[in-house]
């Protein structure tokens, strides 16, 4: 990683393979991640153990869908970094047509090398080579 200081990502999905995934991935790349299976768990924990420097979010979760979680997490954290992990990403256009400052995606299934460029370049404004 890019400096001393481990960065905290949220990581949430319904779906316990591609949280499992997530999680070791950026454990393995120094990160500290705490996870959450669905929108209601995940708001309960940025209320609990903020600060986050990065949520990756599914966008399909049955409880709240991603686009939700990240306008809620908005509310009280104007300059959050949002990155969605879909497979769906036709979804994030379906009520606006850009994403917002800050967010992006990455579509599904995600390479560990995928998923650790767009989390560098999320928080980093770059890849970092340490990390791939």
């Not at 905290?8 to 393979?17: A, I, Q």
């Not at 790349?29 to 669905?38: F, I, L």
């Not at 917002?100 to 989390?119: Q, T």
Request: proline share 4%; with cysteine.
């Amino acid at each position: 990683m890019e400096s001393k200081t481990r960065h905290r990502v949220l990581v949430v999905d319904d779906e316990d393979s591609n949280r499992t995934f997530v999680e070791c991935a950026l454990r393995e790349a120094g990160y500290d991640v705490v996870t959450a299976s669905d929108g209601p768990e995940a708001l309960q924990l940025v209320e609990q153990r903020r600060p986050f420097d990065l949520f990756v979010l599914d966008v399909m979760m049955p409880k709240m869908p991603g686009h939700e979680l990240a306008r809620r997490i908005r509310e009280q954290h104007a300059d959050a970094k949002i990155l969605y992990l879909t497979g769906y990403s036709d979804r994030l256009f379906e009520e606006r047509q850009v994403l917002w400052e800050n967010e992006a995606f990455v579509e599904k299934p995600v390479s560990l090398r995928g998923l650790l460029e767009a989390v560098s370049l999320m928080l980093f404004g770059r890849t970092v080579r340490e990390s791939v």
